[in-house]
Nanobody, 114 residues
Framework: VQLQASGGGLVQAGGSLRLSCAVS????????MAWYRQAPGNQRELIAS???????NYADSVKGRFTISRDNAKSTVYLQMNSLKPEDTASYYC?????????WGQGTQVTVSS
């Protein structure tokens, strides 16, 4: 299973970005998909997840600002990030999870300037 993340960049506080993660090599709609992030010196944290049925969960730190979605036809998961804050600066990683198996994409850097 290969995961290819994209969409990171530099944005001013209050701005928006949309991250994408394309999955190949397996049946996408079997996987629970998630986004994690890791800032320098911090542990990687789960910020959003979406089940095969489309149910979503969010970390309190992003609830109301970030939206995770999936397009099974395109084998892609998205993270729409609005009202970005400097504390959202981190490397963002997509994750595919099925039972005991978990797969990671490469990180995409998001930098929010104040």
């Amino acid at each position: 299973v290969q995961l290819q993340a994209s969409g990171g960049g530099l944005v001013q506080a209050g701005g928006s970005l949309r991250l994408s993660c394309a999955v190949s090599g397996s049946i996408f709609n079997m996987y629970i998909m998630a986004w994690y992030r890791q800032a320098p010196g911090n542990q990687r944290e789960l910020i959003a997840s979406i089940t095969t049925g489309g149910s979503t969960n969010y970390a309190d730190s992003v609830k109301g600002r970030f939206t995770i979605s999936r397009d099974n036809a395109k084998s892609t998961v998205y993270l729409q990030m609005n009202s970005l804050k400097p504390e959202d600066t981190a490397s963002y990683y997509c994750n595919a999870h099925l039972g005991a198996h978990a797969y990671w994409g490469q990180g995409t850097q998001v930098t929010v300037s104040s």
